[in-house]
């Protein structure tokens, strides 16, 4: 990623010098915190795991550029410590690259999710993030899905496509539970009703098929727009209520 600075500079961040600068510029001041930030028992550890040597040197990297800097200051025993602040360019560029969306599907492993947990650490919504990414991909995921070609490396290019696609589906659903009011606008009147588990989802180009599994070991298909489906945040593992209406009802004995 690349950023101007105040002083005219162009500021390159990488992943491991992007997820640094966020953290110390919510107040990870000292290099053994950040470091303990990356370890696999972490909640940030478990997507991006570094040793102390590679945080050190991204801390040395941030320097000097001149993002952050080191201040004296004394530790609970009264010895001399060093504190890392960021400066007002690093401030802005630690923003800036916690906003961008990735560009390419194989960064959404580490990266995008990476950014994800730092947004949730910082107390600051993910939905905005999520909603950039899914159009920042929506290009690149058409074009790997009109790709019909049978060859190995094309079905997984495609299968690639619709995991991600539906990975940031499930995430921005998750990121909505109802709450009490919300559950108050969706009485009807339909009498048929069945509560259901989404199994999967299907896109098209403007219809999306969309799998539902039932207690005990049955199956409900339903087609609806896709751009409804977006609307609703439907994904596997999804909650949703089926509604039906019928003029017959079919009855075979079990």
């Given at each position: ?38 370890e696999p028992s972490a909640a940030l550890g478990e997507v991006l795991t570094l040793t102390r040597p590679v945080v050190y040197r991204a801390i040395k990297t941030l320097e000097a550029q001149k993002l952050i800097r080191s201040v004296d200051s ?120 069945l509560r259901a588990r989404v199994a999967k989802v299907k896109h098209g180009d403007t219809l999306s098929t969309v799998y539902l599994s039932l207690e005990p070991d049955q199956t409900l298909t339903s087609t609806i727009t896709r751009e409804a ?26």
């Amino acid at each position: 990623m690349y950023y101007w600075s105040s002083m005219g500079r162009i500021t390159t961040l990488d992943l491991i010098e992007g997820a640094c600068l966020v953290l110390i510029s919510n107040g990870q001041s000292h290099g053994y915190q950040l470091a303990k930030q990356f370890e696999p028992s972490a909640a940030l550890g478990e997507v991006l795991t570094l040793t102390r040597p590679v945080v050190y040197r991204a801390i040395k990297t941030l320097e000097a550029q001149k993002l952050i800097r080191s201040v004296d200051s004394l530790g609970s025993r009264r010895q001399l410590k060093f504190e890392l602040r960021c400066t007002s360019d690093g401030q802005r560029a630690a923003q800036r690259w916690l906003g961008e969306p990735v560009s390419h599907i194989r960064d959404l492993r580490n990266e995008f999710l990476v950014k994800v947990l730092l947004l949730q650490t910082s107390k600051v919504g993910t939905k905005r993030l999520i909603q950039n990414q899914r159009k920042a991909l929506a290009a690149v995921a058409e074009s790997l899905l009109a790709d019909e070609a049978p060859t190995p490396v094309a079905i997984w290019r495609r299968e690639q496509a619709r995991a991600a696609m539906r990975f940031l589906d499930e995430l921005d659903g998750a990121t909505r539970a109802p709450t009490k009011g919300d559950k108050k606008q969706f009485q009807v009147s339909a009498r048929n009703q069945l509560r259901a588990r989404v199994a999967k989802v299907k896109h098209g180009d403007t219809l999306s098929t969309v799998y539902l599994s039932l207690e005990p070991d049955q199956t409900l298909t339903s087609t609806i727009t896709r751009e409804a489906s977006q609307d609703l945040s439907l994904a596997s593992g999804s909650q949703v209520v089926a509604l039906f209406k019928a003029t017959e009802v079919m009855i075979a004995s079990s």
